[in-house]
Nanobody, 126 residues
Framework: EVQLVESGGGLVQAGGSLRLSCAAS????????IGWFRQAPGKEREGVSC????????YYADSVKGRFTISSDSAKNTVYLQMNSLKPEDTAVYYC???????????????????WGQGTQVTVSA
């Protein structure tokens, strides 16, 4: 069974940090790109970051560059999102997702992802 399970969300003050984890199972992790997306109430889901597990290339939305870092541990089939200098506008449900065979130009586009986790809430207080 293909599964992506997120963890690590929570409540943090502005300026604080959180690390999200995405544990993958049921597919060949190293052949996929794993992305992090977020969706705030009343807003569309947006791409935050992605890592291509085949070569560890990374991609970031402009809004998180310099603050968030994505990484992977292939031995654990897990992708991490280290979030520093958090802002209230980072508040959202964060999802990890997997895509196979997609051009890197679409790595931050949710519609190109076919596998999704259940999401984890991140709340940043002012």
């Amino acid at each position: 069974e293909v599964q992506l399970v997120e963890s690590g969300g929570g409540l943090v003050q502005a300026g604080g940090s959180l690390r999200l984890s995405c544990a993958a199972s049921g597919f060949s992790f190293d052949e996929y790109a794993i992305g992090w997306f977020r969706q705030a109430p009343g807003k569309e889901r947006e791409g935050v970051s992605c890592i291509d597990a085949s070569d560890d290339s990374t991609y970031y939305a402009d809004s998180v560059k310099g603050r968030f870092t994505i990484s992977s541990d292939s031995a654990k089939n897990t992708v991490y999102l280290q979030m520093n200098s958090l802002k209230p506008e980072d508040t959202a449900v964060y999802y990890c997702a997997g895509t196979y065979g997609t051009s890197s130009r679409w790595y931050l586009e949710p519609s190109y992802y076919t596998m999704w986790g259940q999401g984890t809430q991140v709340t940043v207080s002012a």
